[in-house]
């Protein structure tokens, strides 16, 4: 099969490999996947990951482990990415995304979806209605990660937000938070993202007004300086969610965190059902986040274009063979 094979810091290639032996797990045959701002950290050396990167995709179940689950086979689906130990305190509090030994699918010691097919354990899985297309399931991981906030966080109608990036995962924080609140403002300097964003119905802003005023600002720049600007935004009292996870050091005063007494809440993976629920009643779109689709051969210029774009897709293998 074709993969696309990352061998250290800015070494990726696309290569003719073994389709992957199932040991255990389900074999997914690859439709589309997604490019995240992970995967392009992935190439600059985050995580020191080798093998085949990619999370985001929706595919199709071709084999199972054991022949009581033959019922998923043909099933279009997506899959959650964690896959914990399953002997850890945390896996017993099914908590597998903060197993220690955790596996995570593209990221962490397994293979991921830049490939024809990739392999995931049956638990994971979560069928895909047929309301949501292909190109919209690709983004029920990180609109899960954007429905995290909603189990972390006692949020009401009157909750005033920021929302500071106007990136790909911003403007699906900004829809889902929406769903909850009417007061959801999205802070962002880039004119291109700013016009999806209003096609989207989400209200922009600079936040000079409400300096100080926010009961909750999420991160969502993917830069050290974005916990800056949410600290200047918060009200005492109010809430900081990092949603950023750049490959770095972010320096701040930690004064005002403290005088201020600001929660700060650290936030990643959430979960798949609520996702799936909000992209099948059209609640969160996602169309207009499109820049590209591509095919593997095309992969450099479509980690170039995600570096400058909101989100590209590969297309990968079609539904049916
Ligand atoms: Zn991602
Ligand atoms: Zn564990």
Redesign the pocket.
Known sequence: MKALVVEGPGSISLREVEIPASAGECLIRVTTAGICGTDLQILDGYADFHGVPGHEFVGVVESTPSTSDTAWIGQRVVADINI?????E??AAGV?EH????KVVGIRGHDGAFAEYVTVPIENLHAVPDAIDDRTAVFVEPVAAACRILEQLALDDHSRIAVVGDGRLGLLIGQVLRTITPHVVVLGRHPEKLEIARALDLRIGDGKQDVGRFDVVVDATGRPEGIHRALELVRPRGTVVMKSTFHGEATVQSWPIVVNEVTIVGSRCGPFHRAIELLASGVVRTAPLVSAVMTFDQYQMAFEWARRSLKVLFAVQPESV
């Open positions: 914990g130990c399953r002997r850890c945390r896996c597998k197993c220690a030994n955790r």
